[in-house]
């Protein structure tokens, strides 16, 4: 079964510090998606991305955060400068439409800001 | 406002007990309806799209009522394994997901 991959699953970094997110879509997908989780919280928008441009994002996208697809098959999420607040679950997810429906989630990488 | 709100957690109930849970969504533009299941730290997981005629898939039913914009789920016959977090999403046209805090179930033998 086709499935949304993200690298790392953990990522342990120090404020102020640059990370990249990594994540690898279905492959006939069109669309692709970053969320986060902060623990016991829940699940938020941060950007949607479609032929190679943003094609939403909400308040939390700020001028920290950028996405690239840089090749076919790779997805990623970068934050320039991370602050404590940033630790979260980052959830990358793919879909064939723009609704959404049958949106898949990667499994996932846990950002821990020190 | 909140855009999705869900019933507080969490529901404790035994082995085949009978669980509803409830959401309701702020924005009257939302066209798509979903409920997600969510493992412990795991990812969201598409349980099933909701539709206004409603729909049940096995266990599970769920119904929307576009003009009270309210959602439901009903899981019947409740088993261990549905203990889970049950989130309830929402989209408009060309949007990205909306999702609700979650309702944490756990069943118990």
């Known amino acids: 079964e086709p499935e949304v991959t993200q690298t790392p699953s953990h990522q342990v970094t120090q404020m102020g510090q640059e990370v990249i997110l990594r994540c690898v879509p279905i492959s006939n997908h069109l669309y692709f998606y970053w969320y986060r989780q902060i623990l016991g919280q829940k699940v938020e928008f941060l950007v949607s991305?479609?032929?190679?441009?943003?094609?939403?994002k909400s308040e939390i996208f700020d001028d920290q955060f950028s996405v690239e697809r840089p090749d076919g098959s790779n997805f990623t999420l970068k934050i320039r400068s991370t602050k404590l607040e940033d630790s979260a679950m980052y959830f990358c997810a793919s879909s064939t439409n723009t609704d959404s429906t049958e949106a898949f989630f990667g499994q996932g990488t846990r950002l821990t800001v020190v | 406002r909140k855009e999705v709100e869900q019933d507080p957690g969490p529901f404790n109930v035994p082995e085949g007990a009978t669980v509803a849970f409830n959401c309701t969504y702020s924005n009257s533009a939302s066209q798509s309806f979903f409920w997600y299941r969510q493992d412990c730290r795991k990812e969201p997981k598409l349980l099933m799209s909701?539709?206004?005629s409603g729909n049940e898939d096995g266990r599970f039913t769920a119904q929307l009522n576009r003009a009270s914009q309210y959602i439901s789920l009903l899981i019947r016959d409740s088993k261990l394994s549905d203990s889970a977090t049950y989130l309830c999403?929402?989209?408009?046209?060309?949007?990205?997901?909306?999702f609700g805090k979650g309702t944490t179930l756990s069943v118990s033998s």
């Open positions: 991305f479609y032929n190679n441009e943003i094609s939403e």
């Open positions: 909701v539709y206004s």
């Open positions: 999403v929402v989209s408009s046209a060309g949007t990205a997901l909306i």
